[in-house]
Each structure stands twice: as C-alpha cells, then as structure tokens.
C-alpha cells in the first residue's frame, strides 16, 4: 500500500491511489460527503493566504488587522485555528486530508521538519511540502483503523507498481493522493459490468464472484500479514498499532499455554492411570484421554481465542482509538486511558501464562523427561493447527471466492456484516458502486474557503448595525466600500471580532482553515472527486 519514493524524509512515503481510493471509500465519511479527498494546489495556496492574511490580536478592547505577507507563522497558525467555528467549518466543508491540522502536536512538528531554511515560518514550498505529510499522515491513520477493525479489502495489485520511483517521475497527483483519474477508471468498469447483468448490487451473491484474482491474492496476503498470529510476526504492516515485539511475545506466550496444557495433561493421566490385573484403568475424562479432542479443545481453539484476546487488548480498535482531529478533550482522555489500560492488562496476560507455565513446570519437574517428546509434539501440534486454521478462516470465510453475504450500498452497514462471508468481494463491490454517486465536475473549494469569512461577516454585521433601517442595514450587508479602508463593513466587522483564546491540551484541537474562492450550490458542496 505505501512505498517508498526518492524524496527527503518524512515525504519519503506515500500511499497507492488503489489504496487510498479503498480507505477514504469505506473509511472516510467526509469522502462519502464531498467527494473530495486532496486539496488542489491552488487551493493549498488559497488556504495559506487566508490563515496569513485572517491573523488578528485583540489587546485593550481595540481589534487591529495583521496583514499577510505570503508565509505562515507558528502564532498565525495558533491565532486562526484556536476558533471553535473555524475547526467546525474545516472538519464539514475541507477534504478530511486536510483534518490532521486540528492536532496540536502535528503543528508544531510542522516548523520543525518543514521550516527549511529555519526563518521561523513555512512559506508556499514549504507549506505544499506540509499539507502532502498532512495527506499521507491522515491516510496512515485510516490504514491503522481498517487493519485493527479486520478491514479485508485494500486495493491492492491494481495499476502500475510505483516501487523505485524517483522524484522526478513521482506525479503530482501521486505526493497529493488524488484518486480522480482511479475514480474513472473504476467508474467506468464498474459501468460495463452493471450493463453486462454483475450482480455486485445483491446483498447475497454467490458463484464465482472474484473477478480480479491478483488483487484477491494481495489483499489476502496483506490481510493474514496483519492479522495471522504467526506471518504477523515478520510480515506485518509498519503502521499496525500491533508491533512485531508485541506479536512475538503475544506468541511466546501462547506456546507457554499450550506447553503447559500438555504437560498437565501429561501429569494428569499419570497420577490417574492404574494397573488392574494387568490391564490399564485411568479415572480421567474421555476427551482428555484421547490425543486428537485433547489437542483441538484444550491447546489449539484456547489459543486462537487467547492471541485475539491480546489482539483487541493492545490494539484497543473503536474505544481506545480517536481521530484527534475531530474528538473533543474528554474522549481524547479517555482513549488514552483505555489504550493504557489494554497495553497493561495484555502485558499481564503475556507475563502471567509464560511465569504459570514455568512455575507449573518447576513444580512437576519430575514428571517431565526430556525423552518424552509427546508434550512437545502435541504443543506444537496443536500450534500448527491454529496456524493453518487462521490460514483456512481466511479463505474460506473473509475472502471467500464463491460466496459472499452483506451490505453493498455506500455509506451503510448490515448486520449480516459481521459475519464476515465473502467480506472482500463486498467490500470490494461497495467502493465501486462508490464511485458512481461521485460526480465528474470536480468543484473549486477556493471559493467555498473565502464564503467562510463572509457568511461570519454577516453575522457579525447584524450587531453592529443595530438601530439603523433596514434598508442601509441590507446595503451595507452586500458589500458596500468603507470610504477610508478600501474595506465593506461586513469585512471590518470580522476583523473586528474577537479571536476565542483556549488553552491548549497537549493533543489540542486546533484547526486550520481555508482561503479565497469557492461556490456552494444549494448551502453545499457539490460531491466531486
């Protein structure tokens, strides 16, 4: 999904347009919303003249204009994103590429890795370098979400393999993720096939339903990287909340258990075995007794259950993860506390079944020879097979190539979903019909990004032309020159207003807003891509 390009750190990576098309259409409700996902670049450029140029200070009461001067400063940044409405307007009305500059932290790192020559503001390279870290760092985190939330269908093996790009031959579109021209492409096929009677609209569809067998085979590769309990181990995606560590020690822990069951076991039919006129009673359950139901109840279904009960403890997927963009102080708190909470009690679980294990086998060291390699095999026995179940749920139920079970319509859910039967065709299904409710014309925000000040404006305006008729209260509302300023009065009028100080928090929320020039057609934005 991501690689590598010839570009200095840290917009060194960057994410396919396959994949991003996949994320943003079954990760990202603004997407579903606007149709948008990347900000053009005379749009970025738009945005960094409005925070320069809509900087303003109150001090002592009197409200005084500072003027742009075509860079942005870490206190003009501040000034214009600590606005409550201001974050409001980004997070409705701007891509959610733009969404990670309501983080705190993530702006003040923006001065620090992307202040090139250090004169303490980011000018419009400098800035175009930012908001392409800012794209790909937003898509990281819906990456993060689809990987803990057991997401099947990733867009991968489709178009041309970017591997070893340089920056010479790395388009535009590439750095800014822009997904028009794979929006196209997967809007006309998606097309053709409709016409030529695909029943990728059903809710149950069943036959040979994967037409595209190489994005099966690496998205299915991808999948049992991220989520099987031995490939995850070396193979593992770098922007999985679940590092390899983890999964290491996850994994030592595991084997502890089943080398421990078995050793019990072993312990067990010793003590109960009895010789009776030369014939072998043991007072021990059946399912005990017998190798094959011991192996499957007691080590290898306890352990798939124990490696996704660490899973879901130290990725701690919905309540332990926010997008700090948009969450408020209270939820951001509390999913720090559960993260904490999840790491400590997975922790505990690794060090308590590897130190039982140990304290159970120093204890009964004398019914354990090395010789007795039975122990040992049913350990690893009983691991193998969950390997290759894992393996077997994942062909046969996720990614199931003849038979599939959910919802298809954008933007909704089904409880059928949880099943998870045939989740990549579906998933793969709804990110096509995706596209045919995107529409082609692709709207300028420039435009949208200016009205934001305006419509403050006339808010403001009412106020403070209290008492005067309605009729001069309307002109001056339309944009009527101040005779000294060059200025209307709805434009004095917000400048005027003063800027909503809050403290900042250490993940603040902050946000940054938009610049000069967009049309909104019926009070919104036009879906387009």
Same mark, same amino acid.
């Given at each position: 999904?991501?690689?590598?390009?010839?570009?200095?750190?840290?917009?060194?990576?960057?994410?396919? $347009?396959?994949?991003?098309?996949?994320?943003?259409?079954?990760?990202?409700?603004?997407? !579903? =919303?606007?149709?948008?996902?990347?900000?053009? @670049?005379?749009?970025?450029?738009?945005?960094?003249?409005?925070?320069?140029?809509?900087?303003?200070?109150?001090?002592?009461?009197?409200? *005084?204009?500072?003027?742009? +001067?075509?860079?942005?400063?870490?206190?003009?940044?501040?000034?214009?994103?600590?606005?409550?409405?201001? #974050?409001?307007?980004?997070? *409705?009305?701007?891509?959610?590429?733009?969404?990670?500059? $309501?983080?705190?932290?993530?702006?003040?790192?923006?001065? /620090?890795?992307?202040?090139?020559?250090?004169?303490?503001?980011?000018?419009?390279?400098?800035?175009?370098?930012?908001?392409?870290?800012?794209?790909?760092?937003?898509?990281?985190?819906?990456?993060?979400?689809?990987?803990?939330?057991?997401?099947?269908?990733? &867009?991968?093996?489709?178009?041309?393999?970017?591997?070893?790009?340089?920056?010479?031959?790395?388009?535009?579109?590439?750095?800014?993720?822009?997904?028009?021209?794979?929006? @196209?492409?997967? #809007?006309?096929?998606?097309?053709?096939?409709?016409?030529?009677?695909?029943?990728?609209?059903?809710?149950?569809?069943?036959?040979?339903?994967?037409?595209?067998? =190489?994005?099966?085979?690496?998205?299915?590769?991808?999948?049992?990287?991220?989520?099987?309990?031995?490939?995850?181990?070396?193979?593992?995606?770098?922007?999985?909340?679940?590092?390899?560590?983890?999964?290491?020690?996850?994994?030592?822990?595991?084997?502890?258990?089943?080398?421990?069951?078995?050793?019990?076991?072993?312990?067990?039919?010793? *003590?109960?075995?009895?010789?009776?006129?030369?014939?072998?009673?043991?007072?021990?359950?059946?399912?005990?007794?017998?190798?094959?139901?011991?192996?499957?109840?007691?080590?290898?279904?306890?352990?798939?259950?124990?490696?996704?009960?660490?899973?879901?403890?130290?990725?701690?997927?919905?309540? &332990?993860?926010?997008?700090?963009?948009?969450?408020?102080?209270?939820?951001?708190?509390?999913?720090?506390?559960?993260?904490?909470?999840? +790491?400590?009690? &997975?922790?505990?679980?690794?060090?308590?079944?590897?130190?039982?294990? $140990?304290?159970?086998?120093?204890?009964?060291?004398?019914?354990?020879?090395? $010789?007795?390699?039975?122990?040992?095999?049913?350990?690893?026995?009983? #691991?193998?097979?969950?390997?290759?179940?894992?393996?077997?749920?994942?062909?046969?139920?996720?990614?199931?190539?003849?038979?599939?079970?959910?919802?298809?319509?954008?933007?909704?859910?089904?409880?059928?979903?949880? !099943?998870?039967?045939?989740?990549?065709?579906?998933?793969?299904?709804?990110?096509?019909?995706?596209?045919?409710?995107? @529409?082609? %014309?692709?709207?300028?925000?420039?435009?949208?990004?200016?009205?934001? &000040?305006?419509?403050?404006?006339?808010?403001?305006?009412?106020?403070? !032309?209290?008492? @005067? +008729? *309605?009729?001069?209260?309307?002109?001056?509302?339309?944009?009527?020159?101040? /005779?000294?300023?060059? !200025?209307?009065?709805?434009? %004095?009028?917000?400048?005027? #207003?003063?800027?909503?100080?809050?403290?900042?928090?250490?993940?603040?929320?902050?946000?940054?807003?938009?610049?000069? +020039?967009?049309?909104?057609?019926?009070?919104?934005?036009?879906?387009?891509?």
């Amino acid at each position: 999904m991501n690689y590598r390009i010839d570009r200095k750190e840290p917009n060194d990576v960057i994410m396919h $347009a396959s994949s991003t098309l996949a994320l943003v259409c079954l990760g990202d409700p603004q997407f !579903l =919303k606007t149709g948008r996902w990347s900000l053009t @670049q005379e749009e970025r450029k738009a945005l960094l003249h409005r925070m320069d140029h809509l900087t303003y200070e109150r001090a002592e009461g009197d409200s *005084e204009e500072t003027r742009g +001067d075509g860079t942005l400063s870490k206190e003009d940044f501040i000034n214009f994103c600590a606005d409550d409405d201001h #974050r409001r307007w980004v997070l *409705e009305e701007l891509p959610s590429c733009a969404h990670g500059l $309501a983080c705190t932290a993530l702006m003040s790192q923006a001065f /620090e890795h992307f202040d090139s020559n250090h004169d303490k503001v980011l000018d419009e390279k400098e800035w175009d370098l930012f908001m392409d870290f800012v794209s790909q760092l937003r898509l990281r985190y819906l990456q993060q979400m689809a990987l803990v939330t057991f997401r099947a269908y990733f &867009g991968r093996g489709q178009g041309v393999c970017h591997s070893g790009q340089t920056q010479s031959n790395v388009t535009k579109s590439d750095s800014n993720c822009n997904v028009k021209d794979t929006v @196209q492409e997967v #809007r006309k096929s998606t097309t053709t096939r409709l016409k030529e009677g695909s029943h990728m609209e059903n809710m149950f569809q069943y036959g040979v339903i994967v037409k595209d067998w =190489k994005g099966w085979r690496s998205d299915l590769y991808y999948y049992s990287a991220n989520v099987h309990p031995l490939h995850g181990i070396w193979a593992c995606c770098h922007n999985n909340r679940l590092a390899r560590s983890e999964r290491f020690m996850m994994e030592l822990s595991i084997l502890c258990y089943c080398f421990w069951m078995a050793h019990e076991r072993h312990r067990l039919i010793d *003590e109960h075995t009895e010789y009776f006129l030369g014939v072998i009673v043991r007072d021990i359950p059946w399912w005990l007794e017998n190798d094959r139901y011991f192996t499957w109840l007691c080590v290898t279904i306890p352990g798939m259950i124990i490696f996704y009960i660490q899973f879901f403890l130290f990725t701690t997927p919905y309540i &332990g993860t926010v997008d700090e963009s948009s969450a408020n102080h209270s939820l951001i708190r509390r999913a720090n506390m559960v993260t904490r909470i999840g +790491d400590f009690l &997975g922790n505990a679980l690794v060090l308590g079944l590897i130190t039982g294990a $140990a304290i159970r086998l120093v204890l009964y060291s004398d019914t354990f020879d090395l $010789a007795e390699t039975k122990i040992i095999y049913q350990t690893i026995f009983g #691991r193998l097979s969950a390997y290759f179940a894992a393996w077997a749920l994942m062909v046969g139920v996720y990614f199931n190539p003849f038979v599939a079970l959910g919802s298809t319509k954008p933007g909704t859910t089904s409880i059928v979903d949880l !099943l998870g039967i045939g989740q990549w065709s579906m998933e793969k299904s709804k990110v096509e019909l995706t596209t045919l409710i995107l @529409q082609d %014309k692709e709207v300028d925000l420039r435009t949208t990004i200016n009205s934001h &000040g305006a419509r403050k404006s006339m808010s403001n305006v009412e106020e403070l !032309l209290k008492g @005067q +008729d *309605e009729e001069k209260e309307t002109e001056s509302q339309c944009s009527i020159a101040d /005779e000294d300023g060059g !200025l209307s009065v709805a434009e %004095k009028a917000f400048m005027e #207003r003063p800027i909503c100080k809050k403290p900042q928090s250490p993940i603040s929320m902050i946000i940054p807003l938009g610049d000069p +020039d967009v049309s909104v057609v019926n009070g919104r934005i036009i879906m387009s891509v």
